[in-house]
């Protein structure tokens, strides 16, 4: 079993940065495809980036491609996500989650682990 855990929301302006970064416990952090979730009231959670265990084949959202980075340091334990030119749009719950096995990326049901979230506000 995996547990996950988000950090590094915040409040910023538009245009700014922020790096989330979530910590997972487990011995085999590295054979577990990662992504990255956001989510606003009322409106479904959404993909946003995944990665795979050993850091290759990343994919994004349309929406945050060129803006978003995903990278993870097996060796820490943790994924991260870069974030930079953020818009007010961006503004969200994010959502860090663990995939033990294979399945699309960008779905929901693919993943097993989640974490409880971090608030990103991007003032406008």
């Known amino acids: 079993q995996v547990q996950v855990a988000e950090s590094g929301g915040g409040l910023v302006q538009a245009g700014g940065s922020l790096r989330l970064s979530c910590a997972a416990s487990?011995?085999?952090?590295?054979?577990?495809?990662m992504g990255w979730f956001r989510q606003n009231p009322g409106k479904e959670r959404e993909f946003v980036a995944a990665?795979?265990?050993?850091?290759?084949?990343?994919d994004y959202a349309g929406s945050v491609k060129g803006r978003f980075t995903i990278s993870r340091d097996n060796a820490k334990n943790t994924v991260y996500l870069q974030m930079n030119s953020l818009k007010p749009e961006d503004t969200a719950v994010y959502y860090c989650?663990?995939?033990?096995?294979?399945?699309?990326?960008?779905?929901?049901?693919?993943?097993?682990?989640w974490g409880q979230g971090t608030q990103v506000t991007v003032s406008s």
């Open positions: 990665i795979s265990g050993r850091g290759g084949m990343p």
């Open positions: 487990g011995r085999i952090f590295s054979s577990y495809f």
């Open positions: 989650a663990a995939a033990s096995i294979g399945g699309r990326i960008d779905a929901e049901s693919t993943y097993d682990y």
